[in-house]
């Protein structure tokens, strides 16, 4: 990362040279029908002089282009023609611009390694800011960076968070930034910077404001009292700042402990509306002028339980509010979020209307019509109203994705995006270009849905569990190693032709097929949700390090060995497909649960040590030894989780 090119005067003299220049060459400006920034040019999700069609074609709105593209939640942008994102491939993170009617490249800029490329969440958050002929990024690690849109050369970079200490952003930056008179805008969540502006020319810090965490939402800036200011809903407050100077016009506490607000505000002055998370549902503000210089006071005006937004924010359009109440505590991975789709009135939040059909939908408003692009991969033309919504055609353009990134729209192209591919859309092109590709045209990855191996689901699946939840799995998981340990010692006498290490596989197999069944079955038949995988993992570690242990005892020392190197890729292979399960289940915290074994190796060589040395206590020694060693490798786990990761606790 070259952040010392921001702060030559070289790329200073060159960014105001390229600033000054830009108003004289209208190809590097943002121009009417552009979609520069994140939920459109006012940041409302309403398109301006946008013309959708009327209706669709039965196989759906003409495909102009696919692209395949890498990891990410980054939304697109689009100006002059252009169209900006962020992604991430298997050894990088980059800024990309596309051709607007082909699709293809026309450059990439490499900022940084990839983020999570083996968690849940792989890739950026952020949506790119196009202004002045320069196109502005945030990294899910807290990198801002200025680069040009000719050739995405780099002008400037750094890192806000790592500078001001920033928190409340543990899943990955995923503001983007918001360029205001010259400033790029944006949370870090810092003891002494809950809120920066970055000069716009330089990357230098203007000003910072506020003491208290972030979160994932963006900011907006809206006039008040003939006034700009610039509203930040944080993790746990809402600031308002004057965004010309920093100071601090207001703080509202929200919530307490772990939040994280991610829902675009809005606005119509002086009111302004908060949908939170986790089934809070929303607020409606009054913002009052107040003392001098001028300040703003915050009133409640009314408060709703049917309005909470996570990864989709809801829009204003005259005097309703459209949007998506979630009902899960959390938007899930693995599947469509469960909820209703609602119009709200402006004034009193009464709820005149609610859907199950539209789904969990970003929003773009157009004229008269709206486009609502849902979780289920959807793409819906309707008309919405006080009165209900009337569906005028529906696509669906990735039946296999669980779908969260915004859509992006702008002289009648409409670009919507997946983790793996970005396609373009004719809604409403007044020349139309000449394309046989349709829909069903577009390749779809091939989906294994693997949710009947748990049989339910977490509550808060991205936050750590509770020790009670922890001490319930523990206890069931424990009761089904009394389970194999007493049908293996039934058995005993009926397998006592077979030699030790085949019965002891036979209930190293046992406990596999337990701990990996046990959920589903616990989890469909119980009130509380049961995971027992663990017992499965542990379970291979134990055969294969019971494996070695004959491997090193055997008078037969070449198959023993090959059995012990068999049962040791068994174990990593187990390994292995338990990580890659929690990543298809949205189970973001258990992978945990493979970082406990070395707790457990001196257990088990101690009391190994004494079997040998007392074969009169090798019977009853070796239930304790298993009992003590899988205690001190899931208790070591936990340990790693509640230290480490202590997400939501």
């Not at 990439?108 to 969440?121: I, K």
């Not at 990357?203 to 006039?223: D, N, Q």
């Not at 809402?238 to 994280?260: F, H, I, M, Q």
């Not at 829009?315 to 209703?340: C, M, N, T, W």
């Given at each position: 990362?070259?952040?010392?090119?921001?702060?030559?005067?070289?790329?200073?003299?060159?960014?105001?040279?390229?600033?000054?220049?830009?108003?004289?060459?209208?190809?590097?400006?943002?121009?009417?029908?552009?979609?520069?920034?994140?939920?459109?040019?006012?940041?409302?999700?309403?398109?301006?002089?946008?013309?959708?069609?009327?209706?669709?074609?039965?196989?759906?709105?003409?495909?102009?282009?696919?692209?395949?593209?890498?990891?990410?939640?980054?939304?697109?942008?689009?100006?002059?023609?252009?169209?900006?994102?962020?992604?991430?491939?298997?050894?990088?993170?980059?800024?990309?611009?596309?051709?607007?009617?082909?699709?293809?490249?026309?450059?990439?800029?490499?900022?940084?390694?990839?983020?999570?490329?083996?968690?849940?969440?792989?890739?950026?958050?952020?949506?790119?800011?196009?202004?002045?002929?320069?196109?502005?990024?945030?990294?899910?690690?807290?990198?801002?960076?200025?680069?040009?849109?000719?050739?995405?050369?780099?002008?400037?970079?750094?890192?806000?968070?790592?500078?001001?200490?920033?928190?409340?952003?543990?899943?990955?930056?995923?503001?983007?930034?918001?360029?205001?008179?010259?400033?790029?805008?944006?949370?870090?969540?810092?003891?002494?910077?809950?809120?920066?502006?970055?000069?716009?020319?330089?990357?230098?810090?203007?000003?910072?404001?506020?003491?208290?965490?972030?979160?994932?939402?963006?900011?907006?800036?809206?006039?008040?009292?003939?006034q700009p200011i610039v509203i930040a809903p944080l993790e746990n407050s809402l600031l308002c700042a004057d965004p010309t100077t920093?100071?601090?016009?207001?703080?509202?506490?929200?919530?307490?402990?772990?939040?994280?607000?991610?829902?675009?505000?809005?606005?119509?002055?002086?009111f302004l509306f908060l949908a939170g998370p986790f089934r809070s549902g929303g607020t409606c503000y009054r913002l009052v002028a107040?003392?001098?210089?001028?300040?703003?006071?915050?009133?409640?005006?009314?408060?709703?339980?049917?309005?909470?937004?996570?990864?989709?924010?809801?829009?204003?359009?005259?005097?309703?509010?459209?949007?998506?109440?979630?009902?899960?505590?959390?938007?899930?991975?693995?599947?469509?979020?469960?909820?209703?789709?609602?119009?709200?009135?402006?004034?009193?939040?009464?709820?005149?209307?609610?859907?199950?059909?539209?789904?969990?939908?970003?929003?773009?408003?157009?004229?008269?019509?709206?486009?609502?692009?849902?979780?289920?991969?959807?793409?819906?033309?309707?008309?919405?109203?006080?009165?209900?919504?009337?569906?005028?055609?529906?696509?669906?353009?990735?039946?296999?994705?669980?779908?969260?990134?915004?859509?992006?729209?702008?002289?009648?192209?409409?670009?919507?995006?997946?983790?793996?591919?970005?396609?373009?859309?004719?809604?409403?092109?007044?020349?139309?270009?000449?394309?046989?590709?349709?829909?069903?045209?577009?390749?779809?990855?091939?989906?294994?849905?693997?949710?009947?191996?748990?049989?339910?689901?977490?509550?808060?699946?991205?936050?750590?569990?509770?020790?009670?939840?922890?001490?319930?799995?523990?206890?069931?998981?424990?009761?089904?190693?009394?389970?194999?340990?007493?049908?293996?010692?039934?058995?005993?006498?009926?397998?006592?032709?077979?030699?030790?290490?085949?019965?002891?596989?036979?209930?190293?197999?046992?406990?596999?097929?337990?701990?990996?069944?046990?959920?589903?079955?616990?989890?469909?038949?119980?009130?509380?949700?049961?995971?027992?995988?663990?017992?499965?993992?542990?379970?291979?570690?134990?055969?294969?390090?019971?494996?070695?242990?004959?491997?090193?005892?055997?008078?037969?020392?070449?198959?023993?060995?090959?059995?012990?190197?068999?049962?040791?890729?068994?174990?990593?292979?187990?390994?292995?497909?338990?990580?890659?399960?929690?990543?298809?289940?949205?189970?973001?915290?258990?992978?945990?649960f493979l970082t406990g074994f070395a707790a457990a190796v001196p257990v088990l060589l101690l009391t190994d040590f004494v079997r040998?040395?007392?074969?009169?206590?090798?019977?009853?020694?070796?239930?304790?030894?298993?009992?003590?060693?899988?205690?001190?490798?899931?208790?070591?786990?936990?340990?790693?989780?509640?230290?480490?990761?202590?997400?939501?606790?």
């Amino acid at each position: 990362m070259a952040h010392g090119i921001g702060r030559s005067s070289i790329a200073q003299f060159l960014m105001m040279a390229s600033a000054i220049f830009g108003s004289l060459f209208p190809s590097q400006l943002c121009a009417a029908g552009d979609w520069p920034r994140f939920r459109g040019p006012q940041g409302d999700g309403i398109a301006v002089d946008e013309t959708l069609a009327e209706n669709w074609p039965e196989s759906g709105p003409p495909v102009l282009w696919v692209r395949e593209i890498g990891a990410g939640y980054s939304s697109c942008v689009i100006a002059s023609g252009r169209a900006y994102t962020q992604s991430q491939s298997l050894y990088e993170q980059s800024l990309l611009c596309l051709d607007v009617a082909t699709g293809e490249t026309v450059w990439s800029y490499r900022y940084g390694w990839p983020y999570d490329g083996g968690g849940l969440y792989p890739g950026p958050r952020a949506t790119p800011t196009v202004h002045d002929g320069h196109v502005y990024y945030v990294a899910p690690n807290g990198d801002v960076g200025c680069v040009t849109v000719d050739h995405g050369s780099l002008v400037w970079s750094c890192n806000p968070k790592e500078q001001y200490r920033g928190r409340g952003t543990d899943f990955g930056v995923a503001a983007s930034p918001v360029v205001y008179d010259g400033k790029v805008i944006i949370p870090v969540g810092g003891p002494q910077a809950s809120l920066i502006a970055l000069d716009a020319l330089t990357g230098k810090t203007v000003w910072t404001c506020g003491e208290l965490p972030a979160s994932y939402a963006t900011p907006i800036v809206v006039t008040f009292a003939g006034q700009p200011i610039v509203i930040a809903p944080l993790e746990n407050s809402l600031l308002c700042a004057d965004p010309t100077t920093g100071r601090k016009l207001r703080e509202l506490d929200l919530s307490a402990g772990y939040d994280e607000h991610s829902a675009a505000p809005l606005y119509r002055e002086p009111f302004l509306f908060l949908a939170g998370p986790f089934r809070s549902g929303g607020t409606c503000y009054r913002l009052v002028a107040e003392g001098e210089p001028p300040g703003c006071r915050v009133e409640r005006v009314w408060d709703t339980l049917k309005m909470s937004n996570d990864i989709a924010s809801s829009v204003l359009l005259g005097d309703q509010i459209y949007g998506f109440d979630l009902k899960d505590a959390q938007s899930r991975l693995h599947r469509p979020s469960r909820g209703e789709f609602r119009c709200l009135d402006w004034a009193d939040g009464t709820v005149r209307w609610s859907s199950e059909e539209i789904g969990h939908a970003n929003i773009i408003v157009a004229n008269d019509k709206a486009l609502l692009f849902n979780d289920r991969g959807e793409l819906r033309l309707c008309r919405l109203s006080a009165d209900g919504v009337e569906t005028l055609a529906v696509a669906t353009v990735f039946p296999e994705d669980v779908v969260w990134t915004s859509p992006a729209l702008s002289e009648g192209r409409v670009i919507v995006r997946t983790h793996s591919q970005v396609v373009c859309l004719d809604v409403g092109l007044k020349d139309k270009p000449s394309t046989s590709t349709t829909i069903a045209d577009i390749p779809q990855p091939v989906k294994f849905d693997p949710t009947w191996l748990l049989g339910g689901e977490r509550e808060f699946p991205a936050a750590t569990p509770e020790l009670s939840d922890l001490r319930l799995w523990y206890g069931w998981m424990l009761a089904g190693w009394t389970a194999s340990w007493l049908l293996g010692m039934h058995l005993t006498g009926w397998l006592a032709r077979w030699s030790a290490p085949t019965r002891e596989r036979i209930y190293w197999l046992g406990l596999v097929f337990l701990g990996a069944g046990g959920s589903a079955v616990l989890n469909r038949y119980g009130q509380h949700y049961i995971f027992t995988w663990p017992l499965a993992i542990w379970a291979l570690f134990l055969g294969s390090y019971g494996s070695f242990l004959h491997a090193l005892q055997s008078p037969r020392p070449p198959w023993s060995v090959t059995t012990a190197r068999l049962s040791l890729v068994l174990f990593l292979l187990g390994c292995g497909l338990y990580f890659h399960l929690c990543r298809w289940l949205g189970i973001a915290i258990e992978w945990c649960f493979l970082t406990g074994f070395a707790a457990a190796v001196p257990v088990l060589l101690l009391t190994d040590f004494v079997r040998q040395r007392s074969p009169r206590l090798a019977g009853w020694l070796w239930p304790v030894r298993d009992v003590l060693a899988f205690s001190a490798y899931y208790w070591g786990c936990v340990g790693f989780m509640k230290w480490w990761l202590p997400v939501g606790s």
